[in-house]
């Protein structure tokens, strides 16, 4: 059974809006390899509109291999949109979902293949909310943002995480790997 894997930036007082992160060779790098190794990669139609900007970045390269290199990797792996607004991707290895978003994950998590990534605050939520998330790869940055949209400010009801390793950047940003425990965390 693919594995459904939620994977976003966020600052460390939760905020994840796309520009107060901390770009850097390796962050572009890790995200990369992530898409390398997926099978396809949800979006809902706000973060796939931001996405397309790749698509310039692979017209005109950037210079930054780290940069290239994930347009490129953002490029190949095939997209699969959310969106009840949207009538056509405009990118080739992009589609929209015929499914509802729940139904459309239960049965990708059936077939064979890579993984399955999620790349958005909205349908994360909404898959942790249904117990739908394998596994969390959180890019914490090293900042306070103050105000902004909160990563898990939606979610229903209380999910302990097994932390299984993390990854420290140059920029001092932290990828924490977590599972989803059905155990409940020992009181003190």
Same mark, same amino acid.
């Given at each position: ?20 992160? *901390?770009? /850097?060779?390796?962050?572009?790098? &890790? ?8 099978? +396809? ?41 959310? /969106? ?8 080739? /290895? ?7 978003? *729940?139904?459309?994950? %239960?049965?990708?998590? &059936? ?28 890019? +914490? ?9 909160? %990563? ?22 932290? +990828? ?13």
């Amino acid at each position: 059974m693919r594995k459904v894997i939620a994977a976003f930036n966020m600052t460390l007082d939760g905020v994840c809006d796309h520009t107060t992160g *901390i770009p /850097s060779e390796d962050l572009h790098q &890790h995200y990369a390899d992530l898409l390398d190794h997926t099978g +396809v990669i949800l979006y809902g139609r706000t973060t796939y509109e931001l996405m397309q900007f790749w698509k310039t970045v692979l017209q005109n390269p950037s210079g930054k291999k780290s940069i290239d290199d994930f347009a490129i990797s953002i490029d190949k792996v095939p997209k699969l949109v959310f /969106s009840t607004t949207l009538k056509d991707t405009n990118w080739k /290895s992009a589609e929209l979902s015929n499914r509802p978003l *729940i139904e459309k994950v %239960l049965e990708l998590k &059936h077939e064979s293949g890579n993984d399955i990534a999620v790349g958005s605050r909205s349908l994360i939520v909404q898959l942790l909310n249904n117990n739908l998330i394998d596994e969390l790869q959180i890019c +914490v940055h090293p900042i306070i943002e103050g105000k902004g949209l909160k %990563l898990f400010d939606q979610i229903t009801k209380r999910i302990f995480l097994k932390l299984i390793k993390t990854k420290t950047l140059s920029s001092g940003s932290t +990828v924490f790997y977590y599972e989803p425990s059905q155990e409940e965390q020992p009181k003190k």
